[in-house]
């Protein structure tokens, strides 16, 4: 029923500005949500100078602690969103990996239980492949696994522009769409080298962030930092910044919060 609901999503994001449908939406589908998505590691400046800070700390380095963290990690073997949307770009049998005591109810024909060895080369082959990785409570989740209790299953989704459910984020009732956010300290800024090419406008976001305005591109507060467009950029003119050294611990406290591991 999902792979068949999938496909008109955006339609369903139309529907939550309902005020009523969206209250409803929310309380069933999206309660207590918390989700980050992280910029590409191949994005990120590594031993560039920062006043005092010789590096930076990669953002996959989240998903490694809460990987330790977990007694249990289990592997979808394929990506439902993926199959649904019927997306070429990008390896279907790359599925979500998911994290928490509730894994162990999972239906067994979905996928795997794995060890963090596992888990851990499994990412590592969605970000060879260009998928972005997405991490935290989805209510949904829970839901359409049929699992208890949702505040302790972590999801670590692995996306495309394709095939995200979050790619409607501009359009969904604003309290459900800000639940997904970019990481804290993190900021996607246009610079001077950008001729208004249109490059990054060409199906490389997740959400409706940029704009070619007077032959400029304009990145709008619907940016989640993804950094997509910073690696495709063919002129050099978009720059992921990092405003907050602590932008990775201060992103594990905010997942700390909404998913209890222990």
Same mark, same amino acid.
């Given at each position: 029923m999902l792979k068949k609901i999938f496909p008109n999503i955006r339609l369903i994001a139309k529907l939550t500005n309902i005020p009523l449908l969206g209250t409803i939406f929310d309380q069933l589908l999206f309660k207590g949500d918390d989700i980050i998505y992280l910029?590409?590691?191949?994005i990120i400046e590594i031993n560039k100078p920062i006043g005092e800070y010789n590096e930076y700390v990669l953002p996959s380095q989240v998903l490694e602690y809460f990987i330790n963290k977990a007694k249990y990690h289990?592997?979808?073997?394929?990506?439902? #969103?993926r199959s649904s949307m019927g997306c070429k770009n990008y390896p279907i049998n790359l599925g979500c990996l998911f994290l928490g005591d509730p %894994?162990?109810?999972i239906n067994p024909q979905l996928g795997k239980l794995v060890s963090k060895e596992e888990a851990l080369e499994h990412l590592r082959?969605?970000?060879?492949?260009?998928?972005?990785?997405?991490?935290?409570?989805?209510?949904?989740?829970?839901q359409w696994l049929g699992v208890k209790p949702g505040e302790k299953l972590l999801s670590i989704c692995n996306c495309d522009p394709c095939c995200c459910l979050w790619r409607v984020?501009?359009?969904?009732?604003?309290?459900?769409?800000?639940?997904i956010k970019k990481m804290p300290g993190i900021e996607v800024r246009v610079n001077d080298n950008c001729i208004g090419c249109g490059t990054c406008i060409k199906?490389?976001?997740?959400?409706? $962030?940029?704009?070619?305005?007077?032959?400029? $591109? %304009?990145?709008s507060n619907q940016c989640r930092? #993804?950094?997509?467009?910073?690696?495709?950029?063919?002129q050099k003119a978009i720059d992921l910044i990092i405003e907050d050294i602590l932008?990775?611990?201060?992103? !594990?406290? !905010? !997942?700390?919060? $909404? !998913?209890?591991?222990?």
């Open positions: 910029p590409m590691d191949k289990w592997i979808m073997n394929f990506c439902i #969103c %894994v162990l109810d082959k969605c970000r060879e492949a260009g998928l972005v990785h997405m991490i935290g409570r989805n209510r949904l989740d829970s984020s501009s359009i969904l009732n604003s309290k459900i769409g800000s639940k199906g490389v976001y997740f959400v409706d $962030a940029i704009k070619i305005v007077d032959n400029h $591109a %304009v990145i930092g #993804c950094g997509r467009c910073v690696e495709i950029c063919p932008y990775t611990k201060k992103s !594990i406290e !905010i !997942i700390n919060k $909404a !998913i209890d591991l222990d």
